[in-house]
């Protein structure tokens, strides 16, 4: 069959925008019908498929298949770099941690969960400053699950290779000499020690998270929420309650916030990102 980039069709927009908000509860909206087709139109040609309004059909008629994998995997937006949002990379060091450590001291345990974490730069990102500036954690057991729902954002999160346009994006040379080495084809790649101590998987926010290992010290979920319908952010942000210790921290990006999202978190205290949970009835 010949690919033929044919504009989507009103009907089959829907039937996408379903489909997202089904399988990943995004809510994709009005007016986005060139991101359908600009990033789909490679997944067509590259499966033999006419055009999106036929790839449309064919999800529609199984959205649990392989092409509805694929759709997934590139509707989503995989942004992200190394020590993004310093501001909460500062508020760890300074605060967070520091207090755990005090509050944690019988158990000498922390748990972070960094959900949507992409192809891997947050969660190293805390490890390493974990590393730096708390040598006392050493003998620790720091528990940090990463999670996606994107396998091949996973895929090259377990395997810690960046590019060096992605390692100069966020990690300054000290950092880089002290934790990555470079690979024959001059790109970079996380020491094993530290990919050792991160546990990647596939999770999908719209899943429970009972059999996630909680409840977390720290949970970081930032810069994901935007793509989300707003009833699937109520009920996130109620299963992230459940997930989350009395005394956790949960952590947006810098522009997010709970503002008529949730009472079940409280609002920050000025110049830091994190929300402490409400106590539960
Ligand atoms: C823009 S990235 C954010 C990465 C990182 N947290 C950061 O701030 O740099 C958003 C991530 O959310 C993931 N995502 C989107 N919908 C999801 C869902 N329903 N469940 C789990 N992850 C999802 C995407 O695959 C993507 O990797």
């Not at 009005?30 to 449309?56: D, F, H, S, W």
């Not at 019988?106 to 891997?120: P, Q």
């Not at 954002?153 to 060096?164: D, E, M, P, Q, W």
């Not at 990006?253 to 009472?263: A, Q």
Request: negative net charge.
């Amino acid at each position: 069959m010949l690919f033929d980039s044919a504009g989507i069709t009103q009907e089959n927009y829907r039937i996408f925008v379903d489909f997202l908000k089904i399988k990943l509860g995004h809510d994709l909206g009005e007016g986005k019908e060139y991101l359908i087709e600009n990033r789909l139109n490679p997944v067509c040609e590259a499966q033999k498929i006419a055009n999106v309004n036929e790839l449309a059909r064919e999800i529609k008629i199984n959205p649990y298949s392989a092409l509805g994998n694929l759709v997934v995997e590139n509707m989503t937006i995989q942004e992200t770099s190394f020590f993004r949002g310093p501001r909460v990379f500062d508020n760890l060091k300074k605060y967070i941690i520091p207090k755990l450590i005090n509050e944690n001291v019988y158990s000498h345990t922390i748990k972070i969960w960094c959900a949507c974490c992409s192809t891997g730069q947050e969660p190293y990102s805390i490890m390493m400053l974990l590393m730096q500036n708390f040598p006392q954690l050493e003998n620790w057991n720091i528990n940090l699950l990463a999670t996606d729902v994107s396998e091949n954002a996973l895929t090259k999160a377990r395997s810690g290779i960046y590019s060096r346009f992605e390692v100069i994006r966020g990690l300054s040379t000290d950092l880089k000499e002290k934790y990555l080495l470079e690979t024959p084809d001059s790109q970079y790649q996380i020491r094993y020690d530290l990919r050792q101590k991160i546990k990647f998987q596939q999770v999908n926010l719209l899943e429970g998270f009972y059999a996630l290992g909680g409840p977390f010290d720290i949970i970081l979920l930032r810069n994901a929420l935007i793509y989300f319908a707003p009833e699937v952010i109520t009920g996130i942000f109620q299963k992230l309650r459940g997930a989350i210790k009395d005394n956790g921290f949960l952590i947006l990006g810098e522009s997010e916030s709970i503002m008529g999202k949730t009472t079940m978190f409280n609002l920050p205290i000025e110049g830091t990102d994190y929300f402490t949970p409400t106590p539960l009835p």
